[in-house]
């Protein structure tokens, strides 16, 4: 059993202000105690916050060269893959994510790092712009500034790839970061912790609380923080918003998602299911780009249906840290609930049953479980096909034709992912031309960490990777000077 008894506050570790706040953290799989960690209390976030801003205002880490930042973003990657399998372990243990998902996500976040370098080292944090106009007697010269104080805000679904998300970015950037996490992983973020301080940041960089969602609020309406980045709910995001608002903060939210795969009539079936295991079903189906509406071709309609019923049940649900499971158990028992309630919805709704249900098989009861689950027959109006669920349960929607199938995927309130199926790839880049949605993946590629992420409509403001993400967290200057 871990125990994690202080909290990481400008650098060092610290006892919380309340050493009573404090949980115990539940194994998803069995309910066996994993460990126990402090809570931050408003108080804590006060202490945090006044590091982060004495760090900004009149230390040394907005002040050094993009080159020296660059060089412990690298030294903190490379300890970070030294302890990949622990990393790994420890979000499978908290998250009940399968084993081979946490292990694959390693050099994925590498990639993260390496994409954020990138486009710091090519960045242009100070330039001469030439004149449009000839005859003006000034130059105009541009910089490129770290914003102050960052909260950013992450949940508990891919804790560390979220935390890159952010922390790499802002930290490159020059700005001082306050890092509020979830209480459910509190033991692998403390491990991040451990990691980024070893890397070398000065004091007062960096704190990485978890608190629940009170705490967060008094975080965000901080009035010392310059700047929000939340990860999470399109409700939360709502809230979070409001408040950036009120406050004039910079803020950017990367929220939810209902994406759509598009089969298209000509697709290779095989490769597209094949694709749909991670793509619709990754991370248990706790991830807000997967795309778990199948939009199928009426034509094809019953052979797209058979083909992901056969795929579902070929998955092994059970013990993340059993090598052959895919499926593991949701993160919390009210969100297993959540899903249950989902199921039953779509029975009640009409939807055709293909195959699971909100029964749990006898041998896993013990935990958080849900059986993977098919719908089909679904109309893109039910709820089940407007709604983020946040689990393993996919619905096959019939379209008459292309247009049709573009009309269904934009009909949503998300658009932050999409995914589209065919043999012929200019048929695929046009059809991704007219998605209403962030990202589109062509016959199952991998995102790309260099191009910008994030979502239209209620999928978010803004957005991460690369160099439109480091943007996110500079303000621009402008200087002139005669000539």
């Known amino acids: 059993m871990t125990v994690r008894d202080k909290l990481y506050i400008g650098g060092a570790w610290v006892a919380p202000s309340d050493p009573n706040l404090r949980i115990d953290i539940l194994s998803p799989h069995d309910q066996s105690l994993l460990g126990s960690a402090a809570q931050a209390a408003p108080a804590d976030v006060d202490a945090a916050v006044a590091a982060a801003r004495a760090a900004f205002d009149d230390g040394l880490w907005p002040r050094t060269s993009p080159e020296e930042r660059q060089g412990i973003v690298r030294r903190y990657d490379a300890l970070r893959a030294a302890h990949a399998d622990e990393v790994a372990r420890a979000i499978s243990l908290e998250n009940g994510s399968a084993g081979w998902f946490t292990r694959a996500g390693q050099p994925f976040l590498t990639r993260q790092v390496k994409a954020y370098l990138k486009a710091a080292e090519e960045f242009g944090w100070e330039e001469i712009i030439e004149p449009s106009d000839p005859s003006v007697s000034f130059d105009t010269i541009i910089r490129r500034e770290a914003i102050g104080v960052v909260a950013a805000v992450i949940p508990w679904n891919s804790p560390f790839s979220a935390a890159t998300a952010k922390l790499v970015p802002a930290l490159l950037a020059g700005n001082t970061v306050v890092l509020k996490v979830s209480p459910e992983n509190s033991l692998s973020m403390m491990?991040?912790?451990?990691?980024?301080?070893?890397?070398?940041?000065?004091?007062?960089?960096?704190?990485?609380?978890?608190?629940?969602?009170?705490?967060?609020?008094?975080?965000?309406?901080?009035?010392?923080?310059?700047?929000?980045?939340?990860?999470?709910?399109?409700?939360?995001?709502r809230r979070i918003a409001s408040i950036a608002g009120e406050h004039l903060k910079r803020v950017s939210l990367e929220l939810g998602g209902k994406s759509a795969a598009l089969i298209l009539d000509d697709a290779d079936l095989d490769a597209a299911v094949q694709g749909l295991r991670f793509g619709s079903l990754a991370n248990n189906g706790e991830a807000c780009i997967l795309q778990t509406r199948i939009l199928a071709p009426r034509s094809r309609y019953e052979e797209v249906v058979a083909v992901i019923k056969a795929m579902v049940e070929s998955l092994k649900v059970g013990d993340p840290s059993a090598p052959d499971t895919f499926i593991g158990p949701m993160i919390r028992p009210d969100q297993q609930q959540r899903v249950i309630d989902y199921i039953h919805v779509g029975i009640a709704e009409g939807a055709r049953l293909v195959t699971g249900g909100p029964q749990i098989p006898e041998d896993l009861r013990k935990g958080n479980y849900v059986t993977p689950t098919v719908f089909a027959d679904v109309d893109n109006s039910m709820r089940i096909a407007q709604e983020e669920i946040f689990g393993p349960v996919l619905s096959v929607i019939a379209y008459d034709d292309e247009d049709d199938a573009v009309r269904i995927a934009n009909d949503s309130a998300?658009?932050?992912?999409?995914?589209?199926?065919?043999?012929?790839?200019?048929?695929?880049?046009?059809?991704?031309?007219?998605?209403?949605?962030?990202?589109?993946?062509?016959?199952?590629?991998?995102?790309?960490?260099?191009?910008?992420?994030?979502?239209?409509?209620?999928?978010?403001?803004?957005?991460?990777?690369?160099?439109?993400?480091?943007?996110?967290?500079?303000?621009?200057?402008?200087?002139t000077r005669g000539r």
Do not use: C, Q
């Open 191 to 237: 491990l991040l912790a451990d990691l980024w301080h070893e890397a070398g940041l000065p004091a007062g960089v960096l704190s990485i609380l978890p608190a629940d969602r009170e705490t967060s609020e008094y975080l965000v309406s901080h009035p010392d923080v310059d700047k929000i980045s939340f990860t999470g709910s399109t409700r939360a995001g």
């Open 414 to 479: 998300y658009g932050l992912s999409g995914g589209i199926w065919t043999t012929d790839p200019e048929r695929a880049l046009a059809v991704a031309r007219r998605l209403r949605t962030g990202t589109v993946t062509l016959n199952g590629s991998p995102m790309s960490f260099d191009g910008p992420f994030g979502g239209y409509k209620a999928s978010g403001l803004g957005r991460e990777y690369g160099k439109v993400g480091l943007t996110g967290y500079i303000e621009h200057k402008t200087i």
